[in-house]
């Protein structure tokens, strides 16, 4: 099975920073890469696909960059509603894995 | 709208039996993979099962393998999990979700939760 491993496990951050979340792969994964958000009590919602596509209705504040191993998503200038849980996940062989989750917390 | 929407949870014993039950709207269902998703409280997301739009190719977890079962029926835009021989550890909120662009998944129910407990 690929491990998908996000860093750091949590950050505190303000309205207005650059926040990076990182992703590896324990095996190359080409593009195969999806980051979601999650808020409590609420389902994940997409943000990102194929590693830099981002889903339609996602602000372009978030990004995402990689391919084979390391990826990273980026929220440019973090809103109040950003503050969540962001998962990466891969899909380049079953069984599809996510990362622990990376939760954003205000500082 | 494209909607996804879980039916079927609730508290069963262990060694029991549920099934749970996604209704699709708002698009053509049957040319969509289709995902079970869940979260076992205070937890993460794990991937439980997928199955093809024609219902041709399934794949489980491990960790419920021989004991969950994934159908579909794209006449009623529906996927079911009939879930077998219930453990604790399968507590949690399952979500359906459709695979997308990459199989990713970008359409998902609210969640039904599933309780095992004596």
């Known amino acids: 099975d690929i491990q998908m491993t996000q860093s750091p496990s949590s950050v505190s951050a303000s309205v207005g920073d650059r926040v990076t979340i990182t992703c590896r792969a324990s095996q190359g994964i080409s593009s195969w890469l999806a980051w979601y958000q999650q808020k409590p009590g609420k389902a994940p919602k997409l943000l990102i696909y194929?590693?830099?596509s981002l889903q339609s209705g996602v602000p372009s504040r978030f990004s995402g960059s990689g391919s084979g191993t390391d990826f990273i998503l980026t929220i440019s200038s973090l809103q109040p509603e950003d503050f969540a849980t962001y998962y990466c996940?891969?899909?380049?062989?079953?069984?599809?894995?996510f990362g622990q989750g990376t939760k954003v917390e205000i500082k | 709208e494209v909607q996804l929407v879980e039916s079927g949870g609730g508290l069963v014993k262990p060694g029991g039996s549920l099934r749970l039950s996604c209704a699709a709207s708002g698009f053509t269902f049957s040319t969509y993979n289709m995902n079970w998703v869940r979260q076992a409280p205070g937890k993460g997301l794990e991937w439980v099962s997928y199955?093809?739009?024609?219902?041709?190719?399934?794949y489980y977890a491990d960790s419920v393998k021989g004991r969950f079962t994934l159908s579909r029926d794209n006449v009623k835009n529906s996927l079911y999990v009939q879930m077998n021989s219930l453990r604790a550890e399968d507590t949690a909120v399952y979500y359906c979700a459709r695979a997308g662009i990459g199989d990713t998944m970008d359409v998902w129910g609210q969640g039904t939760t599933v309780t095992v407990s004596s």
């Open positions: 996940q891969q899909t380049y062989s079953f069984p599809w894995t």
């Open positions: 194929t590693a830099s």
């Open positions: 199955i093809s739009g024609s219902g041709s190719k399934i």
